[in-house]
């Protein structure tokens, strides 16, 4: 059974209430009703903080639990003790690389890429920078916006201790090739740190088959509210020191989740979950005899889940494509090939030509489109295409909420600013 996306859209409530496209999804999707509904439960039944000898509390750390379950199912971890939630991608790296500087010492090597997220570059850059190690860029191509692979390879030569990585660029949509690079950079003896934030919404994760030591995402990119979410091996977080208060435990997950965290919006996280476990069960079944031998049970809904996305976002990335393409004085950055979309995302970045990204951005905004411009926080990115000075890029990125008609009616506007 194909993927309907207007049966799709009724589980959105934003999407009944607005007549808006939203294709500004890399920077946040819309919410889903499952995740709504248990945040609103949460808040009106058992709002309390950890460890109460009473009732609201138990539920309230019940429920908690229960979402570090489901988000180990989501990634595939070996044990929610794996799991830790905090604000965000960008804060759970900055605090985890506070831990990870202590094991560091004068001299050794970070391995970081020009197509990442800065949030996956500035935390490595300020700790190398207190402990004296050593830097090593990894650069891409820029007519296509894939990773250097042969830089890549000398730097892991070089033995570094720490590769950070992106599963998919957030401004070109690059997907990576980790099941090549993370093997590699274990080989180097090097732990590897994934951004799998821009990848989350669009495809399955497999902590355990990509080998990876941390890969941490944002709840909000794949339709839950704003929570981060991040994988660590539970050796590794056993063995890190945590920054924290003393009373706090001494074992992940909680030696990694400080103060009061968001309890609300983790048990929202736990509908999002619940959201996509449903639209596997119902969309799955062409994806069930080959998954079934490796995964079972929720695990194996979540990624019936994503493998239907992943196969319905393939359309979309393709009128993405073919839109933009068809559009003259426009110029987009990375991947184009259509026999290529295995290895993107449905999010795309361009330029119009005699207009700035901004002022695109607010045109199609009247129209009721909304897209983003500028850097999105991929610096390195728009640095290196040469466009940083100059307003950046603008990006559009769907995801299986969205429909072709409504990129057809992005196209239309877009057209009417040429004329």
Known sequence: MALDPLLVRLQFPALQKSTAIFLDNPAGTQICEP?????????TTCNANHEGAFATSRQSDALLWEAHAAVA??????RPEEMIFGANMTTLTFHLSRSLARWLQAGDR???TRLDHDANISPWLLIAEERGCIVDWVDFCPEEGTLRLDE???ALERQPRLVAVGYASNALGTINPLPEIVPMAKQAGALVYVDAVQYAPHGPIDVQALGCDFLVSSAYKWFGPHVGVLYGRYELLEALVAYKVRPAPSRPPGKFETGTLNHEGI????GAIEYLEALGETYGAEFEAELAQTYQGRRLRLKKAMSVIRQYEAGLTLALLETLEGTPGITIYGLRDPKRLSERVPTVAFRLKGWHPRHVAEELDKAGIYVWDGNYYALAVTTRLGVEEDGGMVRVGAVHYNTVEEIERFGEALRRLIH
């Open 35 to 43: 995740a709504l509904k248990r945040m609103v439960d949460y808040l």
């Open 73 to 78: 199912d989501f990634y595939n971890a070996a």
């Open 110 to 112: 970070i391995v970081v």
């Open 267 to 270: 048990v929202g996280v736990l």
């Open 152 to 154: 890549m390879r000398r």
